[in-house]
């Protein structure tokens, strides 16, 4: 780990909680073979991750006919792929759902911002055959983690700078006023809390797309839908439709496999699942 991310990232346990329960349901789920049985119980030892699974689990993305009312519930019907999204999405309301100052996200905006990224990447991925889903879909959801790192620092930094900034990017702000950015930032983080290259990469690497390129798909993905999230301007209704030309460079989106030719049906698809979004119940 860098001296400058290590710094941010030390104390970090108080302000942003390593989600434990997850990241062991995570680990038991990665390692295949594992009893429905044991990680219902180790999920139900966390209520809050509890609630907000049964709330997702039933939500317009993977709701199903009849309700679903418990854990086990989930498990067997949803299937472990899906279990897998569900854990990681609901631990994740918990990380990113508090406003941002910093960054002038207010409550539930980045939560919003992290969840249209992981759908939209879940869907491009599927046209371009990224093989391993779960962990794209992770890492789409965490892409912007140390922005909640880096929040108070560069607060802080913010009101001791003593000319005005110009309108420069995040990017560039946080380079010069605090030697790091929060792709970085996300990707010690994470790497911190012991999970695997084909999800800090994508995330230390979302702002950089030469870098994308060389660190192959998955990164290429969250980068891209990180790009068309915030050119849609996100919203969770129905309204006009930007073109997707107007804001993302032609050399991105023809970099990945089946994403131009089947532009149309993956922002729609976007949309549908999207549709009625809201993080306003969930703790
Ligand atoms: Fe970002
Ligand atoms: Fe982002």
């Given at each position: 780990m860098q001296p400058v991310e290590q710094e941010y990232v030390k104390n970090v346990d108080k302000l942003v909680p390593r989600p434990d329960i997850a990241l062991e349901v995570l680990q038991l789920a990665y390692d295949g073979g594992c009893d429905f049985q044991e990680l219902g119980a180790k999920i139900e030892r966390d209520p809050s991750l509890t609630a907000n699974m049964l709330q997702l689990a039933n939500s317009?993305?993977?709701?199903?006919m009849r309700k679903i009312s418990s854990v086990h519930e989930i498990l067997v019907r949803l299937g472990l792929e899906t279990v897998k999204m569900i854990v990681i999405t609901s631990a994740s309301i918990g990380l990113l759902k508090d406003p941002q100052e910093a960054y002038n996200l207010d409550a539930g905006m980045l939560w919003q911002h992290s969840y249209a990224t992981a759908v939209l990447s879940s869907i491009i991925g599927r046209y371009a055959r990224v093989k391993n889903s779960a962990a794209l879909y992770t890492a789409a959801l965490l892409h912007d983690v140390g922005k909640v790192v880096l929040n108070r620092p560069l607060q802080a930094a913010l009101l001791n700078r003593e000319e005005q900034e110009v309108a420069d990017s995040t990017l560039v702000m946080e380079q010069r006023l605090?030697?790091?950015?929060h792709a970085r930032v996300g990707m010690f983080l994470l790497e911190k809390w012991g999970l695997p290259a084909a999800i800090t990469v994508p995330v230390g690497f979302h702002h950089e797309f030469h870098k994308a390129l060389i660190h192959k798909l998955p990164t290429l993905v969250v980068h891209l839908a990180n790009l068309l999230v915030e050119g849609m301007g996100f919203?969770?209704?129905?309204?006009p439709r930007p073109a997707v030309e107007d804001f993302v460079d032609e050399r991105i989106y023809t970099a990945v496999p089946g994403f131009h030719r089947n532009m149309e049906d993956i922002i729609d698809e976007f949309y549908e699942k999207i549709h009625g979004l809201d993080s306003g119940g969930m703790g």
């Open positions: 317009a993305y993977f709701g199903h605090l030697g790091t950015d919203v969770a209704e129905n309204g």
